[in-house]
């Protein structure tokens, strides 16, 4: 298979593999207009085996979004065929809007318009609570 190198854009590499259709839904990218290469199970040397998303048009990325679903995703910034920028994520300290508190009594559940707000509170077991009410969430790093 043959996968032309993109002028310009971004490049979502690292992901794991099975992720890349969850992280393709979470950002949106089936509302771009541009080319969108999915790449699934391409073989790795450090993973064995990864995903990979190739955007063909410069965009913005929710990096809190996507440092949550797969905190191991490198993403590559390219303008003229050449890599400008780099990031390397992680987990995010905050998250708004990307998982809702699952606790009836919670203020969220209430009012409707309040954004479900959850902050990391042990990064190695990837756990967050709810910020108004403290509910636990934890993190399972499971894309598919």
């Known amino acids: 298979m043959i996968v032309n190198p993109i002028k310009d854009g971004v490049v979502l590499d690292h ?3 099975g992720g890349a259709m969850a992280i393709y839904k979470a950002l949106n990218l089936d509302k771009l207009g541009c080319q969108v290469a999915i790449i ?6 450090k993973m064995g085996k990864k ?29 003229d065929g050449k890599i400008v920028e780099r990031k390397h ?17 919670c203020i969220t559940s209430i009012e409707q318009e309040l954004p479900s707000v959850f902050k990391l509170t ?7 609570r ?3 009410c403290e509910s636990k969430y934890k993190n399972q790093g499971d894309l598919k």
């Open 89 to 105: 994520l992680e987990l995010p300290e905050r998250v708004e809007g990307v998982i809702r508190c699952s606790n009836p009594r």
């Open 51 to 79: 995903d990979i998303l190739k955007i063909c048009e410069p965009i913005d990325i929710n990096f809190d979004i996507l440092g949550y679903l797969d905190p191991g995703v490198t993403v590559s910034i390219i303008r």
């Open 130 to 132: 709810c910020i108004y």
């Open 40 to 45: 699934k199970n391409a073989e790795s040397e």
């Open 15 to 17: 992901i794991q593999a």
């Open 122 to 128: 042990d990064r190695g077991h990837r756990i967050y």
